[in-house]
């Protein structure tokens, strides 16, 4: 029992004394692994006579309980410290400034969008859009292209394998003009709106991309001409390019849905690789770059919206939103505008608190 004791001692001194979980361990197998030194004495009961085993057996078992009970105590004690060790080397100093990131940008052609909402809401037009998935009648048929208009083959379409639920084509709207015939059979005339969006056509090369943007206007009223679609034009291009000496060139063109229809270019320079707009397309140096289409709404289409062309007469026009843009900033290819490059969009991206307005400034540079 002597040897017992001090065995006892000599372990309850070891456990005390480990600091680490291995040290700890090999305390426990010591003594009570199979080979330990409390699992050897438990096996001696079995030879001991009954009276013998009556004293020796609690004492042995109590000896192995303050062993255990010691092993536990003394594992719980090493975890916790380690644990508090790990927290206190993992804290996180909050008054530390943020590590560099980038930050996001607003993009031209969103910024763009905003710019023209601006100016055309100061000259009383509203808002209005439309689905990009388009059925055949409104991108098409009501724009006074039947199914065997030979324009219908000018814009290289997207179309869906499905049909729509009264067996017309579906497709990726190919301009923003269905969205004069969805406003006009809405709200009927008189109305005056711009569309802006995006309009899709299989097509691609540095000024060509399968996707691009497009702002639609739209004015109906009694006792429009032309003149007025000019004026329009020419004032908006003015403020939205702050610059007073904006020359337009109305073209003669071909829409089905207008009549007369004319292209709208617009006179500029070259300054290095960059076109600079102002001035008239035939100075000197100067040269016309195409910027939409444009001409008095086709009576067709106001019947096929739903609007009286005995009283209502209109104009429309149709711009490429990417080109002014280009045009503006000083971008040389569209593709970059659709790649997503984060170092293109830190350089020619806008701060949210840039807001275009009137008053502030609609051109505010990044
Ligand atoms: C049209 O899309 C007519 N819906 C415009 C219109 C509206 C005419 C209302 C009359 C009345 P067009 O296909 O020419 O027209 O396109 C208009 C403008 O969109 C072009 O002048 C050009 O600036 C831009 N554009 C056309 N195709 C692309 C393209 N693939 N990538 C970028 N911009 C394009």
């Known amino acids: ?15 005390a004394a480990a600091t680490t979980l291995d040290a700890l361990e090999e305390q426990r197998v ?30 042995i ?25 790990q927290l206190a080397s993992e804290t996180i100093d909050l008054t530390l400034p943020p590590p560099a990131a980038a930050k996001g940008s607003i993009h031209p052609v969103s910024q763009v969008m905003d710019e023209l909402a601006e100016i055309f809401a100061d000259l ?22 039947d199914e065997s208009h030979p324009a219908r083959a000018m814009h290289d379409t997207f179309y869906f394998p499905d049909k729509s639920a009264d067996g017309g084509e579906m497709l990726l709207r ?51 001409h032309l003149g007025h679609l000019k004026w329009t034009l020419e004032t908006f291009f003015k403020a939205f390019f702050e610059r007073e000496d904006i020359v337009l060139r109305l073209r ?50 106001l019947e096929m919206a739903g609007v009286d062309p005995d009283e209502y007469q209109g104009f429309a026009f149709g711009l490429g939103i990417d080109r002014i843009a280009m045009l503006k900033y000083g971008m040389n290819d569209l593709r970059a505008f659709f790649d997503g490059d ?20 609609v051109g505010v540079r990044p």
């Open 124 to 145: 009383g037009f509203a808002v209005a859009t439309g689905p990009e998935i388009e059925d055949d009648w409104h991108n098409f048929t009501a724009l006074n292209m």
């Open 1 to 15: 029992m002597t040897e017992l004791t001090d065995q006892k001692q000599t372990t309850l001194a070891a456990i």
């Open 61 to 85: 078992q109590a000896v192995r309980a303050e062993v255990a009970d010691a092993l536990d105590a003394r594992k719980t004690a090493l975890e916790t410290a380690a644990l508090e060790a």
């Open 342 to 361: 984060p170092r293109w969009l830190q350089h020619y991206g806008f701060s949210p608190f840039d807001q275009p307005t009137l008053s502030g400034g």
């Open 30 to 59: 010591g003594a009570l692994g199979k080979k330990g030194w409390v699992s050897l004495a438990l096996k001696t009961l079995g030879q001991m006579s009954p009276d013998e085993r009556k004293d020796a057996a609690p004492a």
């Open 174 to 224: 190919t301009h923003t003009s269905p969205v004069q015939i969805r406003s006009m059979k809405d709200q009927g005339a008189p109305i005056r709106i711009i569309a802006p969006g995006r309009v899709y056509r299989s097509d691609s090369d540095a000024t060509h991309t399968p996707m691009f943007h497009q702002v639609e206007g739209l004015v109906v009223d009694r006792d429009i």
């Open 252 to 301: 003669p063109s071909y829409f089905p849905f207008t009549e007369p229809s004319v292209e709208v270019d617009v006179g500029y320079s070259n300054e290095g690789d960059r076109r600079v707009v102002g001035g008239h397309g035939d100075a000197e140096g100067h040269d016309w770059m195409e910027l939409g289409g444009s001409g008095m709404v086709n009576r067709r289409v």
